[in-house]
Nanobody
C-alpha cells in the first residue's frame, strides 16, 4: 500500500521560511515524478512544484519561481519543498503526490490528474 506523509508545516510570519517533507512508503519514488499542490479554504487545489523522477527537472508556476524549491532524496524516498519569503497568500494545506506516468513535460506535471497517490496534507499558515 502506497502511503505519502507530509510534515514541516506550521505557523510563521511574513518573510519566514519553511521546509516541507514528503516521506513515502510502499512505492519506489525514484520511478515516478512527484509534485506539491496546495489548497486554501474555498479555493481549488493549486499546483506548486513538480520534480522529475531523476530529480534533474523541476517545474513551478511563475508566482512561485525564485521563492520555492523542490528537491528529492532518491535514496531516502523523500521529497522536499523549501519555501522562502513566505506571504500570507501562501497560507494553505500543502499536499504531496506521486504520478502514474513518467513525463518531464511541465504542462503535464502541473495537472493534478497525473497523480494517483496523495498525502493527507500539512497546514502552512503565514501571518501578516
Amino acid at each position: 500500500q502506497v502511503q505519502l506523509v507530509e510534515s514541516g508545516g506550521g505557523l510563521v510570519q511574513t518573510g519566514d521560511s519553511l521546509r516541507l517533507s514528503c516521506a513515502a512508503s510502499g512505492r519506489d519514488l525514484s520511478n515516478w515524478p512527484m509534485a506539491w499542490f496546495r489548497q486554501a479554504p474555498g479555493k481549488e487545489r493549486e499546483f506548486v512544484a513538480a520534480i522529475t523522477r531523476n530529480g534533474e527537472g523541476t517545474c513551478y508556476p511563475d508566482s512561485m519561481k525564485g521563492r520555492f524549491t523542490v528537491s528529492r532524496d532518491l535514496v531516502g524516498n523523500v521529497m522536499y519543498l523549501q519555501m522562502n519569503n513566505l506571504k500570507p497568500e501562501d497560507t494553505a494545506v500543502y499536499y504531496c503526490a506521486t504520478a502514474n506516468k513518467n513525463t518531464g513535460y511541465c504542462g503535464s506535471l502541473e495537472d493534478l490528474r497525473l497523480y494517483d497517490y496523495w498525502g493527507r496534507g500539512t497546514q502552512v499558515t503565514v501571518s501578516s
